[in-house]
């Protein structure tokens, strides 16, 4: 039997669900399919979105394509753009850097720069930019909605509109949204070897069932 063959068994108090060991061979099948999915496979994709983004970026910025509209299109790119770039980050950091880090040698001590990064940084701003662009794309569609069911709303709108009123609120609402995010995770030390470690809030039952399940 594998991982992968479970049993399930009546009790007085529902079912059971028994799982045998894996072995090592699952294991190391289970790790190359992390290694391709989440390393290669990630940086890929996401690198062809870091392409496409650039690309879109530098269409819209042209002066034939100035408008309130495409300059959302803008932001969303550019909210896309730097989230896929932290997703390049942290595949690298998951998939080809050590768990450890020791800054004896160059390579670990940038591994050890990242850990410091990562929990009040690169974590809580991976999280904060995928906020930013879903709520981004709800704002370009309630743009779109003024400028089809009202019109004249829309043509007597300020410069500054896109940016009071689409840009900032987004911005705003995606880093209160995100707040806990900067205490979920921490550096820790084990002798000179520096690892990210999980704290005890991300532990508690009542954050995880109402913020990570109900709230998010």
Known sequence: QTVMNNVLESSEGGLVVSCSEGTEDDYVLLGNIDMLVGGYGTIGLATLGVCANILAISVFSKKSFKSNFNNLLIALAVFD???LVVCITESVRRTFEDADANSSSFSGFATQVHHHLFPYFLYPLHNILL???IFMTISISIERYLAIFHPLVYRNRSYSWNLSCHILPVLALSVIINIPKFFESVVRY????SYIDLTELRFTRSYVVY???WFR
């Open 190 to 193: 084990d002798g000179e070897n």
């Open 211 to 213: 913020y990570q399940n």
């Open 131 to 133: 906020t930013c662009s």
């Open 81 to 83: 753009l730097l989230f």
